[in-house]
């Protein structure tokens, strides 16, 4: 029974780490969004490298980087839609739909994708982001 308390305080601190990070991502607050990640990281978003914030991370610079690109590089989103979570002690798993359109060459692209967190002593340890980057290189081709 000490476990499943445990289990279910971690599961606590990881649902309200992640909303937090919804919440500063959502508004655009890159310092705020940073702050949620813990110094050491493990950050990886696979996909096609013409897709400008695909790869690996580490250090709060890189991800402060990451996370001015989409400022940069797309519209703000014809919409966003948060479609499912999973949260198990210090994992979660978060599944979205979202429409952005690519800055530089006017198309648009739907994105289906799944976050999987991982919260410890309440900051995000891991964030790897899965995406159908294929529909997202295409929009970023001339």
């Keep these: 029974m000490v476990l499943a308390g445990r289990a279910a305080a971690s599961t606590t601190v990881t649902d309200t780490v992640v909303d937090a990070f919804f919440g500063a991502f959502g508004s655009g607050d890159v310092d705020g969004t940073v702050a949620l990640f813990a110094d050491d990281v493990d950050f990886r978003v696979s996909g096609a490298p013409e897709v400008p914030w695909t790869g690996t991370r580490s250090?709060?610079?890189?991800?402060?980087?990451f996370f001015g690109t989409f400022g940069q590089v797309l519209t703000m989103p014809e919409s966003f839609e948060l479609t499912g979570r999973v949260t198990e002690g210090e994992h979660a798993v978060v599944t979205a739909r979202?429409?952005?359109?690519?800055l530089a060459t006017g198309r648009k692209f739907t994105n289906h994708y799944a976050l999987h967190f991982t919260v410890s002593d309440g900051r995000v340890s891991r964030y790897h982001m899965y995406e159908d980057s294929h529909a997202i290189a295409e929009a970023f081709a001339a």
């Design 98 to 102: 979202c429409v952005f359109g690519v």
């Design 59 to 65: 250090g709060k610079g890189e991800l402060a980087e």
